[in-house]
């Protein structure tokens, strides 16, 4: 079967990261047999300069026809000054929306040689594996209305509203349980449900999605707590599932418990299996075009395409277990350079990963 991959370096340090990808993505194509035809497209800032917006109709048509999308970043401040509509995330918080993208996976997973690069304690760390299930394309990034209007007298107001409707609280719900049933079965879900209605709605509909799920274990958590938790003992957790703005927060925050947010991959899909896959790192502008980028979270980002999108479990493992291969022989980008590690760039990382494969082929 023949599979059609779109590819989106988008801005900062996305192009480099993303040309680790594609060495990968051709390696699987020669040595291990898939059908792969892959497309580039603009997205984000490099979109707007080439034209004008940050979503050109012609990438929505190519996401649209393709079977799994691969991001690297988008943003910088170049554009920091552009209007809201013209910014490059715009352009990414629209695709997530068009594609009905509602469902976010972003495991934090700790690879053991990396628990000295954590700034948390290795007892803390050592073993981690939780899954941050984010609602996508609702709550508070979409909620109607927005804007900044001025009010009689001069000064100005600045408003957003967080909605959820039950049928969108349901579905993020029923990709959490079943994530959940297929690793440890127990899901946290996360809310500031003693403050907020669209919380207490939240919490009532996990409740009622529970009762489809027996053998999962749901428990419920205020955001604050939840926060506080993930650092004091983020091992407690086997899946969380969360709002949109809470899950864009606490993953961040997951993601220094393994050591770099360099490491951690995405996928964003739709009710059918499509995705788009994306480090969930930025596009870091400060070291772009430097081969200093972790590429790392976007081959994982690639395991994830081929797990989600494409039925390929085994070959996910497989890089999985590559890029454990990469970090014992000690290279290291230097985000997670440790004490015992060798520095390498991100050319070299990426063909190190690479070479790994092709030696558990
Ligand atoms: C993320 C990012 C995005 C988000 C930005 C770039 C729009 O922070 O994917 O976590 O807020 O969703
Ligand atoms: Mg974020």
Redo the contacts with the bound molecule.
């Keep these: 079967m023949s599979h059609k991959i779109l590819v989106l370096p988008g801005d900062g340090i996305g192009p480099e990261i993303v040309q680790q990808g594609l060495k990968l993505l051709a390696c699987l194509s020669e040595d291990f047999s898939l059908d792969i035809h892959v497309e580039q497209a603009l997205l984000g800032g490099v979109a707007v300069d080439e034209c004008g917006v940050p979503l050109p109709d012609a990438t929505l048509e190519q996401a649209r026809a393709a079977d799994a999308i691969l991001l690297g970043a ?2 910088g401040p170049k554009y920091d000054d552009l209007p809201r509509e013209q910014r490059p ?1 715009r352009g ?2 629209a695709l997530r929306s068009e594609l009905n993208l509602f469902a976010n996976l972003r495991p934090a997973l700790l690879y053991p040689q990396l628990a000295a690069a954590s700034t948390l304690k290795d007892e803390v760390v050592a073993g981690l594996d939780i899954m941050i299930v984010r609602e ?1 394309t609702g709550g508070i ?1 979409f909620g109607q209305p927005r804007g900044v209007e001025t009010l009689t007298g001069g000064e100005r107001r600045g408003f957003n509203t967080l909605e959820y409707r039950e049928s969108e609280i349901e579905r993020i719900g029923h990709s959490a349980f079943v994530t959940a049933q297929r690793r440890n079965r127990r899901l946290c879900s996360v809310d500031k449900a003693n403050v907020l209605e669209v919380s207490e709605l939240w919490r009532e509909t996990m409740q009622r999605v529970a009762a489809d799920y027996p053998d999962v274990e749901l428990t419920h958590m205020y955001v604050d707590n939840a926060a506080m938790q993930l650092v004091r003992a983020p091992k407690q957790f086997d899946v969380i599932v969360t709002t ?1 703005m809470f899950g ?1 927060i606490l ?2 925050c997951a993601a220094m418990l393994t050591g770099s947010i360099g490491m951690l991959p ?1 996928a964003s899909l739709d009710g059918r299996n499509k995705g788009l896959y ?1 480090p ?1 790192h ?1 596009s870091a502008p400060d070291i772009a075009g430097r081969d200093e980028a972790n590429p790392l979270a976007t081959l994982l980002s690639i395991a994830m395409l081929l797990r989600y999108s494409l039925g390929q479990a085994e070959i996910a493992d497989r890089i999985e277990a590559a890029v454990g291969d990469v970090l014992q022989t000690g290279c290291r980008t230097a985000d997670i350079q440790t004490a015992d590690g060798r520095l390498v760039g991100t050319e070299a990382m990426g063909d190190a990963v690479i070479a790994a494969l092709r030696e558990r082929q």
Aim: net charge negative.
């Design positions: 988008v943003g995330e990414l918080l996508l990034y949109n864009d993953s961040d995405s994306e969930i930025g």
